[in-house]
């Protein structure tokens, strides 16, 4: 991994949670997903104050750790329009219902829960923002993206493309016709392009579309 990235794996289902250092001292974060505590210990570390908050998605075990993040510096909190339900502070019902879906039972959210704070930035396809571009994957949820460096040769894909395997799509809002999609897209990238996932090792196009 280039020196300007950073990763740390967090909570209780292992979500890579990825700093991206921007310059100035300044970082992104890409899915605080849990352990607010080890992240902003980790930017003190690296003498970075969070600039963004990055969510590739809304589900819980990716976004956990925003509501003590957001103080931290005051980032602003990115995620795609048709996912931003899961933030704010009337998203606790739909994160039960999730989970529940996810696991059989939502008992372990009122564990980890803080209220969210809302988006501060609504992301579309072909944004930009920062040094990434936002393609949109629909699929695994219906906002769901990746965060695309293009001059680092980096993408961030969140649980829509793992090494070995894809996201799962039977969680509400969840398309297994629209995740094909998404991975007929990914596919058509340059084999070489680096891919960063949600969860488990980093790994590239080429290798997962062979």
């Given at each position: 991994?280039?020196?300007?990235?950073?990763?740390?794996?967090v909570?209780?289902?292992?979500?890579?949670?990825?700093?991206?250092?921007?310059?100035?001292?300044?970082?992104?974060?890409?899915?605080?997903?849990?352990?607010?505590?080890?992240?902003?210990?980790?930017?003190k570390?690296?003498?970075?104050?969070?600039?963004?908050?990055?969510?590739?998605?809304?589900?819980?075990?990716?976004?956990?750790?925003?509501?003590?993040?957001?103080?931290?510096?005051?980032?602003?909190?990115?995620?795609?329009?048709?996912?931003?339900?899961?933030?704010?502070i009337?998203?606790?019902?739909?994160?039960?219902?999730?989970?529940?879906?996810a696991?059989?039972d939502?008992?372990?959210?009122?564990v980890?829960?803080?209220?969210?704070?809302?988006?501060?930035?609504?992301?579309?396809?072909?944004?930009?923002?920062?040094?990434f571009?936002?393609?949109?994957?629909?699929?695994?949820?219906?906002?769901?993206?990746?965060?695309?460096?293009?001059?680092?040769?980096?993408?961030?894909?969140?649980?829509?493309?793992?090494?070995?395997?894809?996201?799962?799509?039977?969680?509400?809002?969840?398309?297994?016709?629209?995740?094909?999609?998404s991975?007929?897209?990914?596919?058509?990238?340059?084999?070489?392009?680096?891919?960063?996932?949600?969860?488990?090792?980093?790994?590239?196009i080429?290798?997962?579309?062979?």
């Open positions: 991994m280039p020196k300007k990235f950073t990763k740390l794996i909570g209780p289902l292992s979500t890579n949670c990825w700093i991206y250092h921007t310059g100035q001292g300044e970082a992104a974060v890409i899915d605080p997903g849990d352990e607010a505590d080890k992240i902003i210990f980790t930017l570390k690296l003498n970075l104050a969070p600039k963004y908050i990055l969510l590739t998605h809304g589900h819980f075990d990716h976004i956990g750790a925003v509501p003590e993040l957001s103080l931290a510096g005051k980032p602003q909190i990115a995620i795609h329009r048709l996912d931003a339900c899961n933030l704010g009337d998203s606790y019902n739909i994160h039960k219902n999730s989970v529940k879906a696991f059989g939502a008992s372990f959210l009122d980890y829960w803080n209220d969210m704070p809302p988006a501060d930035i609504l992301l579309e396809e072909g944004d930009s923002l920062g040094p571009t936002i393609v949109h994957l629909p699929g695994h949820t219906p906002g769901s993206v990746a965060f695309w460096d293009k001059e680092q040769n980096m993408l961030f894909t969140g649980d829509t493309l793992f090494a070995g395997g894809i996201g799962r799509t039977d969680l509400p809002g969840g398309s297994e016709k629209d995740i094909i999609s991975l007929n897209r990914l596919f058509a990238m340059p084999p070489n392009t680096i891919v960063c996932p949600g969860h488990g090792s980093e790994t590239t080429g290798r997962e579309k062979y």
